[in-house]
């Protein structure tokens, strides 16, 4: 959920038409991190048009691995040969992600009964804070508190980032040569991409629904589509149809035969790896898929994803006795369920703005200091 959309340049085979800066990537976050929100709100939109379409705003998060691999695999891939490569790689990272993560565990357990639903010593278990610091909630069995539920799929980038850093250096190091070295990093990401829907489909018994074996179909095409246009010398055009090939591919798949299978999820990472491949293919194009990406709510919402992703279930429930009393004085009905839809948004978008320009931008700042030279 990083907001990093910045590539660095380098001498290498990437292609000269590609910028620096992408913008249509920042509408596809806000567009990912608004189908998250809509999809939390999908029982109050029974009875509406949306309804259906909103219950497949989960997706948003596999849109968020599909980025989160390109762009992170850009990164390391330009500043692999830099020094201080980890230290400004990881230092980047944790001022990306550390200081709303962690602000957020600080305001859940500051009131516990309300925002974890449950007593401070019940949620204060040594394993619990230890997952919590780790990155590891994803791999327990004890089901998330809804406040802290956004956190999993996080983890699970955040174990990406750890692992997947030490591969790419690997990737180029000079003892590793010819073949094994072209194919080292791709093999990794294809076996990724086989493992995973192959261990949902097995399902073991110590296998559960946020376990990071199960969900590395789209980071994994993400940072294939990044090595790929690293590597590949093609032109702008045929990278465009492959993105189009590959997006309506991807989404035929999931609305027919990889509906209800183990598949579904690589259905979908190929359909938004298509789709993040259009819009960089189709970059500061005219067309009114991109110009609708780059400009206007979407790029905003883009802005402040990463906070209105992390907080947006804690205003839900911030404002949940609220809509507990419409509901029983009122009997509000598909209007007043709007009307709470709406205040949801709204209230979301309100901190997370305020987050981001109040405090995280403000940390961000502090990147200048891990720059690659």
């Given at each position: 959920m990083s907001n990093?959309?910045?590539?660095?340049?380098?001498?290498s085979q990437r292609p000269q038409w590609l910028p620096a800066y992408i913008p249509e990537l920042q509408g596809l976050r806000g567009l990912a991190v608004l189908a998250v929100v809509v999809y939390h709100c999908h029982t109050r939109l029974e009875g509406t048009w949306i309804h259906y379409a909103s219950l497949w705003g989960w997706a948003g998060v596999n849109l968020f691995f599909v980025l989160s691999g390109f762009l992170i695999t850009s990164?390391?891939?330009?500043?692999?040969?830099?020094?201080?490569y980890f230290r400004n790689f990881y230092a980047r990272?944790?001022?990306r992600i550390w200081p709303v993560y962690f602000?957020?565990?600080?305001?859940?357990?500051?009131?516990?009964?309300?925002?974890?639903?449950?007593?401070?010593?019940?949620?204060?278990h040594w394993k619990t804070l230890v997952a919590y610091v780790l990155f590891l909630q994803n791999l327990r069995h004890t089901p998330l508190p809804g406040t802290l539920g956004p956190t999993?799929?996080?983890?699970?980038?955040?174990?990406?980032?750890?692992?997947?850093a030490p591969l790419v250096l690997l990737g180029s190091a000079r003892f590793v040569k010819g073949r094994l070295q072209r194919w080292l990093l791709p093999g990794i990401l294809l076996a990724m991409l086989a493992v995973s829907p192959l261990v949902r489909y097995l399902h073991p018994h110590w296998l559960n629904g946020t376990h990071?074996?199960?969900?590395?179909?789209?980071?994994?095409l993400g940072s294939l589509l990044a090595l790929g246009l690293d590597r590949l010398n093609l032109s702008r055009r045929v990278w465009l149809w492959i993105g189009l090939t590959a997006a309506v591919a991807g989404f035929w798949a999931?609305?027919?035969?990889?509906?209800?299978?183990?598949?579904?999820?690589?259905?979908?990472?190929?359909?938004?790896?298509?789709?993040?491949?259009?819009?960089?293919?189709?970059?500061?194009?005219?067309?009114?898929f991109a110009v609708v990406l780059?400009?206007?709510?979407?790029?905003?919402?883009?802005?402040?994803?990463?906070?209105m992703y992390m907080t947006h279930i804690l205003v839900f429930v911030y404002f949940g006795n609220f809509d507990a009393r419409l509901d029983d004085k009122y009997h509000i009905g598909i209007a007043g369920n709007l009307a709470i839809v709406a205040l949801r948004l709204v209230a979301s978008t309100a901190v997370a703005t305020a987050l981001w320009y109040g405090f995280e931008s403000q940390i961000l700042k502090l990147k200048r200091y891990f720059k690659s030279t």
């Amino acid at each position: 959920m990083s907001n990093s959309i910045q590539i660095p340049s380098r001498t290498s085979q990437r292609p000269q038409w590609l910028p620096a800066y992408i913008p249509e990537l920042q509408g596809l976050r806000g567009l990912a991190v608004l189908a998250v929100v809509v999809y939390h709100c999908h029982t109050r939109l029974e009875g509406t048009w949306i309804h259906y379409a909103s219950l497949w705003g989960w997706a948003g998060v596999n849109l968020f691995f599909v980025l989160s691999g390109f762009l992170i695999t850009s990164i390391l891939i330009e500043s692999r040969d830099k020094p201080h490569y980890f230290r400004n790689f990881y230092a980047r990272r944790a001022l990306r992600i550390w200081p709303v993560y962690f602000l957020l565990l600080a305001v859940c357990y500051a009131v516990p009964e309300w925002f974890l639903g449950d007593t401070l010593a019940h949620q204060s278990h040594w394993k619990t804070l230890v997952a919590y610091v780790l990155f590891l909630q994803n791999l327990r069995h004890t089901p998330l508190p809804g406040t802290l539920g956004p956190t999993w799929s996080l983890a699970i980038e955040e174990q990406y980032y750890f692992v997947w850093a030490p591969l790419v250096l690997l990737g180029s190091a000079r003892f590793v040569k010819g073949r094994l070295q072209r194919w080292l990093l791709p093999g990794i990401l294809l076996a990724m991409l086989a493992v995973s829907p192959l261990v949902r489909y097995l399902h073991p018994h110590w296998l559960n629904g946020t376990h990071t074996a199960i969900h590395l179909d789209g980071i994994a095409l993400g940072s294939l589509l990044a090595l790929g246009l690293d590597r590949l010398n093609l032109s702008r055009r045929v990278w465009l149809w492959i993105g189009l090939t590959a997006a309506v591919a991807g989404f035929w798949a999931t609305a027919t035969i990889a509906g209800g299978t183990s598949f579904l999820d690589s259905a979908l990472a190929l359909a938004f790896a298509g789709v993040v491949l259009a819009a960089i293919a189709g970059t500061g194009s005219r067309n009114p898929f991109a110009v609708v990406l780059r400009r206007g709510p979407l790029a905003f919402y883009g802005q402040i994803s990463y906070g209105m992703y992390m907080t947006h279930i804690l205003v839900f429930v911030y404002f949940g006795n609220f809509d507990a009393r419409l509901d029983d004085k009122y009997h509000i009905g598909i209007a007043g369920n709007l009307a709470i839809v709406a205040l949801r948004l709204v209230a979301s978008t309100a901190v997370a703005t305020a987050l981001w320009y109040g405090f995280e931008s403000q940390i961000l700042k502090l990147k200048r200091y891990f720059k690659s030279t």
